[in-house]
């Protein structure tokens, strides 16, 4: 009975097992089907990979070699502007010394037409001094002449009336020559006063 006991529950259990090992063979199976289903999926997902690889290389290197291109592009241009500026930076040194050589003449000039300004200042100043020393005297010479003028039309006056004097003197003399002539008894005296009186305003 105990073998027996024994060799059922051996029986039970190599049925067991061999339902397990079945069932673990089925797992296995099923497994094995879906890693083979992933196989080929990881397959064909590593062939377009690979295909997305190879295209990218392609295009990063095609890109790279227009990058480049365009970096050379850049950089011939980039020197043709440095050189440019540098030719530009030497034309703006040489306009600048220039402008500095002129501006240098012009305060030159400045300076010295200031200095000429005040020479012909100092020279015009002078000849306006001379000018109102002049003037001065030219109103005192005309203030003299006047006063001279006065003194002559005073004198004109005078010689005027003298002029009258000696007219009716001469009339009075020729009248008294006259008169003596006709009367001898004319008096001498009156004569002599006469022609004094002529003779004087002759003088005059």
């Given amino acids: 009975k105990r073998l027996e006991f024994e060799h059922g529950e051996l029986t039970r259990a190599l049925d067991t097992h ?6 673990l063979q089925r797992e296995a199976q099923a497994l094995e089907a879906r890693a083979g289903l992933e196989l080929e999926t990881l397959a064909t997902r590593i062939g377009e990979l690979e295909a997305e690889n190879e295209a990218l290389r392609t ?4 890109a790279a070699a227009a990058a480049l291109a365009e970096l050379e592009d850049r950089m011939l241009s980039a020197e043709k502007k440095a050189k440019l500026l540098a030719a530009e930076r030497v034309a ?3 306009r600048t010394q220039a402008a500095e050589g002129a501006v240098e003449e012009l305060l030159g ?4 037409s200031q200095e000429e300004a005040e020479s012909r200042l100092h020279a015009a100043e002078a000849r306006g001094a001379s000018l109102m020393s002049r003037m ?3 109103e005192e010479e005309a203030q003299a002449r006047a ?7 005073d004198a004109l006056a005078a010689a005027r009336a003298e002029i ?3 007219r009716e003197a001469q009339v009075l003399l020729r009248t008294g020559v006259e008169a003596q002539a006709r009367r001898p008894v004319l008096a001498e005296r009156e004569l002599v006063v006469l022609a004094e009186r002529l003779t004087e305003a002759r003088a005059r």
Wanted: no cysteine; aromatic share 0%.
């Fill in 18 to 23: 061999v339902r397990r090992e079945r069932g």
């Fill in 59 to 62: 295009g990063v290197t095609e």
């Fill in 92 to 94: 703006l040194i040489e």
């Fill in 109 to 112: 000039r400045l300076m010295g």
């Fill in 136 to 138: 001065v005297e030219v």
């Fill in 147 to 153: 006063e001279e003028r006065e003194a002559l039309m």
């Fill in 164 to 166: 009258l004097e000696l």
